[in-house]
């Protein structure tokens, strides 16, 4: 059984910058996804066990970096100049081994209890 534990959401200023941290159990690949009130659940970022692959939405590339240290058992997600439209809840997500649906919310088999995010204007 996997077990997710995130944290570091909060309320930020538009520009701001925040970094979220999954606390992950087991040899899993991993994605970062969020969920804004009265919308579908998106995919953010996704990275392999290694850390050697990293895949991202279009709507974060060069502004969200995802990244993992095995040695802490824990999955960062680095997000910086963060705009009012990046607010949701984000929740990190697990599966073991590689799938080609790693941006689909049904590629993956567990997932965390999700961390609001908000950013101000």
């Known amino acids: 059984q996997v077990q997710l534990v995130e944290s570091g959401g909060g309320l930020v200023q538009a520009g701001g910058s925040l970094r979220l941290s999954c606390a992950v159990s087991g040899r899993t690949f991993m994605g970062w996804f969020r969920q804004a009130p009265g919308k579908e659940r998106e995919f953010v970022a996704a990275?392999?066990?290694?850390?050697?692959?990293?895949y991202y939405s279009d709507s974060v590339k060069g502004r969200f970096t995802i990244s993992r240290d095995n040695a802490k058992n824990t999955v960062y997600l680095q997000m910086n100049s963060l705009k009012p439209e990046d607010t949701a809840v984000y929740y990190c997500?697990?599966?073991?081994?590689?799938?080609?649906?790693?941006?689909?919310?049904?590629?993956?088999?567990?997932w965390g209890q999700g961390t609001q995010v908000t950013v101000s204007s």
């Open positions: 990275i392999s066990w290694s850390g050697g692959n990293t």
């Open positions: 997500a697990a599966r073991l081994g590689f799938s080609t649906t790693y941006n689909r919310p049904d590629g993956y088999d567990y």
